[in-house]
Nanobody
Framework: QVQLVESGGGLVQAGGSLSLTCAASGIARGINNMGWYRQVPGKQRELVATVMISSGGSTDYADSVKGRFTISRDNAKNTVYLQMNDLKPEDTAVYYC??????????WGQGTQVTVSS
């Protein structure tokens, strides 16, 4: 059974930094990509950043976080990280880790709250 455990959320002042970690267990191979999404009440979940696991390690970012957030991976540990710098109040959301396997199925973590105060 695939499980994703997120950690690292919290409260930070605008301009500060936080780092999120997502560790996947219960899967030995077949991961296509992993990434981070976020959601605020009343809005759809949106992509923050993704990284390819199966090949190349290419990354993709939402325009709103480019230049401030960095996603990275440790394939040996099935873990992805999200370094968030220069945080803004509009980054406040629940951040979810997502793992996609090569046959298309998605798995989600339980979410971690990130709150940025102005």
């Amino acid at each position: 059974q695939v499980q994703l455990v997120e950690s690292g959320g919290g409260l930070v002042q605008a301009g500060g930094s936080l780092s999120l970690t997502c560790a996947a267990s219960g899967i030995a191979r077949g991961i296509n990509n992993m990434g981070w999404y976020r959601q605020v009440p009343g809005k759809q979940r949106e992509l923050v950043a993704t990284v390819m696991i199966s090949s190349g390690g290419s990354t993709d970012y939402a325009d709103s976080v480019k230049g401030r957030f960095t996603i990275s991976r440790d394939n040996a540990k099935n873990t992805v990280y999200l370094q968030m710098n220069d945080l803004k109040p509009e980054d406040t959301a629940v951040y979810y880790c997502r793992l996609q396997v090569t046959w298309g199925q998605n798995y989600w973590g339980q979410g971690t709250q990130v709150t940025v105060s102005s």
